[in-house]
């Protein structure tokens, strides 16, 4: 089935990048606690050039996101990430506005 | 995601039908609730197909407490329904069409409804009561009138006011208003009925030019679809 894309169809973008050969990962915001920028059920495709469309939080975890998405795309294994407050520790990745995401990130066969 | 479970998840929505989609976070299995039909390597029991049905109802997707199942929720778009195909609307439309709006102008003036107003916009130039009658707006649809004309904006009040739409807004001026409900109450329609109307229409943002107006309809109507309080301004310590 050939797939077109309208507007920020997250999943229609998932489908035309499997037609087009590219591994695809999808991540979804599963669960949240206090203030998370994206609302449960927010997507975010990834593909093996890291391409993105969508978003699982303001720009704070997507490129952790679509660092991880890379191994799910290699053997298929979903996995559930969980992103908290940054704490002082500058370099870690965390969600600057105080809150905590859990994003399950899987392959599109 | 298999490729089955996201097409057939993709028809269903391309055709506008509610489905739900539900994972095993440990596992990665899923199943696709489709009306009576659920597909897929998940199989769900009766208690979670009673919450998936609830999620698409709630229009809310969530973890579903002690278990390792996420339900994801996907309704088709939220609605409107503008009557009036006027200069506010030509604002308005695009931008509630940005916003993830299915939206329809009603006007039976020819000379408004045109192509050229509205570009690959759904139109109805029936009369604004046949026209939402038609339409039949459900719980998840808002309906702006923005005529200020009696003839146009009264029928389509009146058989609004008859359905669960979560937001109703009249243009109009607090006086222009007034005399609205005075018609509407003779009509026959009761207080609460009319308490449901937004008039004037938008929140207090002062907006002067149709884009702005447009803009403050759209606030109006977000914080309505979540029963968020009136906005308060910050108090300066």
């Known amino acids: ?109 | 995601m298999k490729r089955d479970i996201l097409d057939s998840l993709q028809r269903a929505r391309a055709a506008q039908r509610p489905v739900a989609l539900v994972t095993n976070l440990e596992s990665g299995r899923q199943a696709l609730l489709d009306g009576e039909t659920v597909t897929g390597e998940l199989t769900l029991g009766g208690p979670v197909l009673a919450q998936a049905r609830q999620a698409i109802l709630d229009d809310r997707s969530a973890t579903l407490p002690g278990t390792d199942l996420f339900v994801q929720a996907f309704n088709p778009p939220l609605r409107m329904i503008v009557v009036g195909a006027v200069h506010i609307a030509q604002s308005l439309v695009p931008m509630a069409a940005l916003a993830g709006y299915d939206v329809t102008v009603v006007d039976p003036r020819k000379a408004w409804a045109t192509d050229a107003r509205f570009p690959e916009v759904r139109m109805s130039t029936e009369w604004p009561d046949a026209a939402l009658t038609t339409l039949a707006p459900d719980h998840r649809t808002a309906v702006i009138v923005l005529t200020h004309d009696p003839k146009l904006d009264d029928p389509a009040l009146e058989v609004t006011l008859k359905s669960p739409v979560f937001y109703i807004g009249a243009l109009g001026s607090t006086r222009t208003h007034a005399k609205r409900l005075a018609r509407l109450r003779e009509a026959g329609l009761d207080e609460a009925a009319l308490a449901r109307i937004h008039g004037p229409i938008g929140l207090a943002i002062g907006a002067k030019s149709p884009s702005e107006i447009a803009i403050s309809i759209l606030a109006q109507m977000t914080q309505a679809l979540h029963g968020a309080p009136p906005l308060v301004k910050a108090q300066v310590a």
């Not at chain 1, 990962?25 to 890291?50: H, I, N």
């Not at chain 1, 191994?71 to 990745?93: F, I, Q």
């Open chain 1, 1 to 109: 089935m050939m797939t077109t894309v309208h507007g920020d169809d997250v999943l229609a973008q998932a489908a035309a990048w499997r037609d087009q050969g590219r591994q695809v990962a999808l991540a979804t915001v599963v669960a949240t606690w206090g203030s998370s920028p994206r609302p449960v059920g927010s997507q975010l495709a990834v593909d093996d050039d890291g391409n993105m469309m969508g978003s699982v939080s303001g720009g704070c975890i997507e490129g952790a996101v679509v660092h991880e998405s890379g191994s799910v795309m290699e053997d298929g294994t979903p996995k559930l990430l969980e992103y908290g407050v940054t704490d002082e520790m500058a370099w870690e990745v965390g969600l600057a506005c105080g809150g905590t995401v859990k994003v399950f990130v899987e392959r599109v066969e």
